[in-house]
């Protein structure tokens, strides 16, 4: 057995191997430390090898998709052999002979199919990155639903496509850099030659050429083709469905590289939780296809304002019909995941209970179809479009219909799915395996009657099968030779007895549930080849279910909320009036409060705003909000605005917040500077960039330098649609010399010494930071922001007199030679620190209350 066990553990590599031992998948050697230790379980021992302990674990067979779901997520792949003989088989082999076991399936990350390994709402894509005549090309898929693309890309932008896609795994050939924050496997060079795989790819969809799918580079083909052979090589034998490859360009989407995505939280926060991200806010859809298709449209906004406007022309048209809107979502919650149920079947992994689903779901998608075709509103495009897409399934559904029960189960083994009628022979099986309890209880009565012993029972056990049990002390009339009755065993008060009578029958009773499992068995294959047969047409039927689920979501989203409908064509306006955060605004309406709304117009006068304001103003909201208004409107949303007037933007660039990057050895500053350099090559007239606070992690005068530059690359080289907030005030002085420049400020007010934040945004410019006021809403002692206020005085005016912005500071106690040893004293703070308020009459408290107030009037004044 540990030879057979060695051999399958070289085929599986770097796998661990879930070796099939009766009921339980044990790993042994190296495999169980390992395994042991990502899953917490007991590490012990089985024989030994070479003269050493073979350390072993194990778990359950019937429960180990939990460990494997385990394993997965902490970034193993695991190789699952099977017995693939019957024992009897092996026993007829002779000698140390052991079961056949082979290696079924590989499990890795990226080729998951099993709904209970899967988030149902996300995609779990596998990724090959490929590379041939100069070029890169991507080709992805998702095996839970049949998902296969590829597109072209530059170098430049792997990341930004990577960052789109999210894969759980990503191919690289063997030799080559592999790109950072990915799961990766590295896979032979052969693996990535396009010729092959493009021989590859025809074989595999049975064509002669691939002209019919696109005109896919060497580089896609490269990377299809080492897809499709790692497929093949995890999956075995099993026939994983895939769609023909499909093209996507990137210029057809809104590029988003993966810094921006990470600022702007569209499908994660940056502590990479989903709740909180802006997919977390706006999604109300009510299937797991509605919700990896919006997933996927939030990651890939659109570039054409004829698309867009199709996306949002069915959108109005739900936000038009609530009723319509509230029946179709009820209908929809009732359909299951058509796309995963035949990934499943087609990988060979699928249950009755998957036949069920797609029996129930394509039912329920032809209702819906009648639902949506007899509405008397004028049908918009997409719908129309849609609606052509769903069935006809009727021959399937009445084929499911007659053929299974209600509820199937969720194991062929077990039987009990086929319902009664749709097979006579089966029933005929059926009824002798399951009236075999009557058969036996008449059998009983007969030999009750036979034998005179009231007592005597027809028992069954899995060591003797049905046998005849009689008390000791009435044993002896059967154990005479002529009684019919033959002596099993012997036990203490009870002796146990077969006859041929009870033989036969129980042998008739194994056979039928034998051959009615077997006829379930060969029942569940031909309906699976029968749905696989229609598997295209379901598969579009629900892409077009997930689309109306998206629209009729973002539609219940646009009613709840008061959103609008956004003009989105082929120009460079960006006009946003009463604007506001959608994530933001959902927070603060779960606490009963208001978002304040702000205006936002980029036109070609002034296109490049210059923000400035207090920290904790609402410069990064404002400045966050205007890029989501972007992306929800490109996606074929409406937005949380009064109105909108947006030019399509080829790029969406953010640089927003502080982080380092210490994997890598990047400090705050270096990757904000790689950041704004990547936003200074790749931005277009036709890109909408965030900045904020571009230059802060270095010193004052090469901050606002750097600063001073960008602004300038930004507004003559670039022409991009720009906001820009920094805390330089100099810049300011940018906009009497550079036409495009806009000044707006964050409207804040001071009240009795506190800081009001009023969240407004104003044409003009802030007239100090205020970040003295902020530190002390922060809680920082008063006695370092008394401090601060003394340095700060005593450095504007140091610079007012020379220019030098440390000029002034010599003069300082803290910094000159002569400092004394105790920092100064408030006189208030020393006056209320001698009261002794027990000790004073009314009268004398009063007068001391007015001293207090004249000296907290005359401000300022120190002692020392």
Request: net charge negative; with cysteine; aromatic share 6%.
């Amino acid at each position: 057995m540990i030879e057979q066990y060695l051999a399958l553990k070289a085929e599986a590599a770097d796998s661990l191997l879930f070796f099939r031992m009766g009921d339980f998948y044990e790993m042994f050697f190296q495999d169980a430390v390992a395994a042991t230790a990502a899953l917490d379980i007991a590490l012990t021992k089985r024989g030994q090898y070479m003269g050493e302990d073979i350390p072993m674990c194990g778990v359950p067979a019937h429960s180990h998709e939990t460990y494997l779901a385990r394993l997965i997520s902490k970034g193993f792949r695991v190789a699952i052999a099977e017995q693939v003989e019957d024992p009897a088989e092996a026993r007829k082999r002779g000698g140390k002979s052991v079961v056949r076991r082979a290696v079924v399936r590989v499990v890795t990350p990226g080729t998951l199919t099993e709904e209970t390994l899967l988030d149902a709402r996300s995609a779990n894509r596998l990724a090959a990155l490929g590379e041939a005549e100069g070029r890169m090309g991507l080709a992805w898929c998702d095996l839970s639903s049949g998902e296969f693309m590829t597109a072209p890309v530059d170098a430049a932008l792997v990341g930004a496509e990577l960052a789109r896609l999210r894969p759980a795994e990503l191919l690289v050939a063997e030799g080559r850099e592999p790109p950072p924050g990915h799961l990766v496997a590295m896979r032979p060079r052969g693996d990535f030659d396009s010729t092959a795989g493009e021989r590859g790819l025809c074989r595999r969809f049975e064509v002669g050429t691939l002209e019919g799918f696109g005109a896919f580079t060497r580089a896609e083909l490269a990377a299809a083709g080492a897809l499709i052979a790692f497929v093949e090589a995890t999956q075995k034998d099993a026939a994983v469905r895939l769609r023909p490859p499909a093209r996507h360009l990137p210029e057809s989407a809104m590029l988003i590289d993966a810094a921006t995505r990470a600022s702007l939280e569209l499908a994660e926060t940056q502590a990479g939780s989903r709740k909180g991200s802006l997919l977390d806010c706006i999604d109300l859809t009510v299937t797991g296809a509605g919700a990896r298709r919006l997933a996927a449209d939030l990651a890939a906004p659109l570039t054409d304002p004829d698309a867009i406007a199709h996306r949002l022309d069915l959108l109005g048209w739900f936000v038009g019909a609530p009723t319509i809107r509230e029946r179709v979502r009820a209908a929809l919650k009732r359909i299951a995941d058509i796309e995963r149920a035949l990934g499943r079947l087609s990988a060979g992994r699928g249950s009755p209970r998957d036949l069920g689903l797609l029996r129930d779901a394509l039912s329920g998608a032809l209702d819906l179809k009648r639902l949506l075709s007899e509405s008397r509103l004028g049908v918009p495009a997409m719908l129309a479009e849609c609606l052509g897409r769903i069935g006809p399934h009727g021959a399937l559904v009445e084929g499911l219909a007659a053929a299974l029960v209600a509820e199937p189960g969720f194991s062929v083994s077990d039987g009990g799915f086929i319902a009664e009628g749709f097979d006579p022979a089966l029933d005929e099986l059926r009824g002798l395996a399951q009236d075999g309890r009557r058969h036996i209880a008449a059998l009983e009565a007969r030999y009750r009657e036979a034998t005179g012993i009231a007592a005597l029972k027809i028992r069954h056990n899995n060591v003797l099968g049905y046998h005849v049990e009689v008390a000791a002390r009435h044993a002896d009339p059967l154990m005479a030779a002529d009684s019919g009755f033959t002596h099993r065993q012997t036990l203490a008060g009870v002796v146990r007895f077969n006859s041929v009578d009870l033989a036969d029958l129980a042998a008739r009773i194994a056979e039928a549930s034998t051959k009615a499992l077997a006829a379930e068995t060969a029942h569940f294959a031909a309906l699976r080849e029968t749905v696989l047969e229609e598997a295209d047409a379901a598969g579009d039927t629900a892409g077009a279910l997930a689309r109306i689920d998206v629209a009729a979501a973002l539609a219940e989203l646009a009613a709840r909320g008061g959103w609008v409908r956004p003009a989105v064509d082929a120009g460079t306006a960006f006009d946003i009036r009463g604007g506001r955060h959608p994530v933001v605004e959902a927070a603060l309406g779960a606490k009963r409060e208001a978002f304040v709304s702000n205006d936002c117009d980029l036109g070609p006068e002034r296109r490049l705003w210059l923000l400035t304001g207090p920290n904790m103003a609402g410069k990064s909201t404002f400045l966050r909000q205007n890029a989501l208004l972007a992306v929800l409107a490109q996606t074929g949303s409406f937005v949380p605005a009064a109105s909108a007037h947006i030019g399509v933007v080829d790029r969406l660039f953010s640089r927003v917040g502080a982080s380092d990057n210490l994997a890598e050895g990047r400090s705050t500053f270096m990757v904000e500077m790689v950041e704004t350099a990547a936003i200074l090559r790749q931005a277009t007239p036709r890109s909408l960039v965030i900045l904020d606070e571009v230059g802060r992690g270095t010193s004052t005068y090469d901050g606002l330098a750097i600063a001073w530059a960008v602004v300038e690359a930004v507004h003559d080289s670039l022409a991009s649609r720009c906001l820009f907030a920094t805390h330089y005030h100099e810049l300011t002085a940018l906009a009497g010399r550079l036409s495009a420049v806009h000044l707006a400020t964050v409207k804040v007010r001071e009240w009795k010494g506190d800081l009001v934040f009023l969240h407004e945004v104003i044409a003009g410019a802030a007239d100090r930071s205020y970040g003295l006021a902020v530190a002390r809403l922060a809680g920082l002692p008063a006695a370092v922001t008394h401090r601060a206020s003394e340095v700060l005085t005593r450095l504007e005016q140091g610079k007012a007199k020379t220019g030098g912005i440390a000029a002034g500071l010599g003069d300082l106690p803290l910094f000159s030679a002569a400092a004394p040893a105790t920092p100064a004293r408030d006189a208030l703070r020393d006056a209320l620190a001698a009261l002794r308020p027990d000790e004073m009459s009314p009268r004398a408290a009063l007068d001391t209350l007015y001293d207090l107030k004249r000296l907290a009037d005359a401000g300022g004044e120190t002692i020392s």
